[in-house]
């Protein structure tokens, strides 16, 4: 029977606040490459460990000595936890290696996931509760920015003394002054809300009253099929393979970055998407024209694979959930990136030397170079292949419904924003010039 939370709402620490003595992530990475231990013993330490774990998210207790104490004591009080001297070594073990490489405190001579821990109590508590609800890396440097621009906006005074007038200011401050989008204050939202409960330890208070940020919803910016061939035109090699893909399947410029190679149907001519936006899958067209280029992109893909195979690297990232079922299929070639990256670079999660997918900044630097030298009189970014995408499609007669599916879209609302800037958005309609 696991532990349940203490409330239904949100959880919050209650009594003193507790900073995370260590931010341990890749634990089962290290508990599996533990030689002194059986796989008996490996098993017992796993269940152990993530039994003390779901207990410190459940209840909102930060992963310390004091909340294991605490977990064992009150465990074995209800019958949850056997007395039983393996789990102490289990938590033991793990205190004790995470302590020699993640500990919070400053050290003299920092590694990575040290100097990524934060510098504050509740910067630390903030990254160890995203962390320990997996949420992804892009998500929790988002919320970091976001509490630190905060956290400067309320500079006169410390962040664990602000409260919801400051955080109404803020918000206020975003859409009357910086006038940012309502998606974006929405995320200021979301981030200050997480740092409240989560990294300070208390509920926000009453939010009701800020400024809404009423920015207009602005049309997108579109290629003419002629504006498309002539920045294809305008790159080589690999960048214009993902460019051409990305146009042609209609994706985002993070789903076409995290492509597996298992992914692309060549023979059905599908490419399928994984965890899109909203954390769903979905099934997009793969142009019959870059079949063969992806089949020679394919080849040359499984000699980096070897190699990096034979160079005992660890294998590419997966879902954490993925990882722990089966802790080798990183290294498998179905899963390797499609679009891998030329440098080898260290996991920010885990510390490990890994090679990761081509990084976003890449290909926008191509498109943008790109863009340049094909002269188009427009502003491209690698997200306007996406909008040319739905917009040639319904120009050519696909139904909104199809297109709809095809980019993912909740609400077919969202779609229909394409049919303002299609060429000709009402049937049989023409400008009086045209008649002069």
């Known amino acids: 029977m696991p532990y349940a939370a203490r409330s239904h709402e949100t959880p919050v620490p209650s009594g003193k606040f507790r900073a995370p003595d260590i931010v341990f992530v890749n634990w089962r990475e290290m508990l599996n490459a533990n030689e002194q231990l059986s796989p008996a013993d490996k098993r017992a330490f796993e269940a152990a460990i993530a039994k003390y774990l779901d207990y410190c998210v459940l209840n909102g207790e930060s992963v310390t000595v004091e909340t294991a104490r605490e977990f064992m004591s009150d465990g074995m009080r209800r ?42 109590k509740w910067e630390s508590r903030m990254i160890e509760r995203l962390r320990l609800q997996h949420y992804s890396w892009r998500t929790e440097q988002t919320y970091r920015d976001w509490a630190r621009r905060f956290a400067a906006f309320v500079k006169d005074r410390e962040l664990e003394q602000a409260g919801d007038e400051d ?8 859409a009357v ?93 599908q490419v399928t998407v994984r965890s899109g936006k909203g954390d769903k899958d979905r099934m997009t067209v793969l142009p019959e024209r870059l079949a063969v280029q992806l089949l020679n992109h394919r080849k040359r893909l499984g000699e980096l694979h070897a190699a990096d195979r034979a160079a005992g690297l660890a294998g590419v990232w997966l879902p954490e959930a993925l990882e722990r079922k089966y802790p080798k299929a990183g290294e498998s070639w179905e899963w390797f990136w499609l679009f891998p990256s030329r440098q080898l670079t260290r996991d920010p999660r885990s510390g490990l030397i890994r090679r990761h997918h081509v990084l976003d900044a890449t290909f926008q630097y191509a498109i943008r170079e790109a863009m340049k030298k094909a002269k188009l009189n427009k502003r491209v970014t690698p997200h306007t292949l996406r909008h040319s995408f739905a917009t040639h499609l319904l120009e050519s007669g696909t139904d909104i419904r199809t297109v709809q599916d095809l980019l993912g879209h909740v609400d077919v609302a969202t779609t229909q924003i394409y049919t303002h800037v299609m060429k000709k958005p009402d049937l049989g309609v023409r400008s009086p010039l045209d008649g002069l």
């Open 79 to 120: 019958k949850l936890v056997p007395d039983d001297l393996q789990w102490r070594e289990a938590l033991n073990w793990y205190f004790r290696q995470g302590g020699k490489r993640c500990s919070t405190k400053p050290l003299s001579v920092p590694s990575f996931g040290r100097a990524d821990t934060g510098e504050t």
């Open 177 to 269: 002054e910086l006038r940012v989008s309502v998606a974006t204050q929405k995320q200021a939202l979301n981030a200050l809300v997480f740092l409240f409960t989560q990294g300070l330890g208390r509920l926000p208070g009453d939010l009701s009253g800020f400024e809404l940020s009423r920015r207009p919803r602005r049309l997108p910016a579109v290629l003419t099929p002629a504006e498309c061939r002539a920045l294809f035109d305008a790159l080589t090699g690999t960048p214009r393979l993902m460019a051409e893909l990305m146009y042609g399947a209609g994706l985002r410029l993070t789903e076409l970055l995290r492509l597996r190679v298992k992914d692309v149907d060549l023979e059905r001519c």
């Open 167 to 174: 955080l109404k200011r803020f918000l206020t401050h975003l």
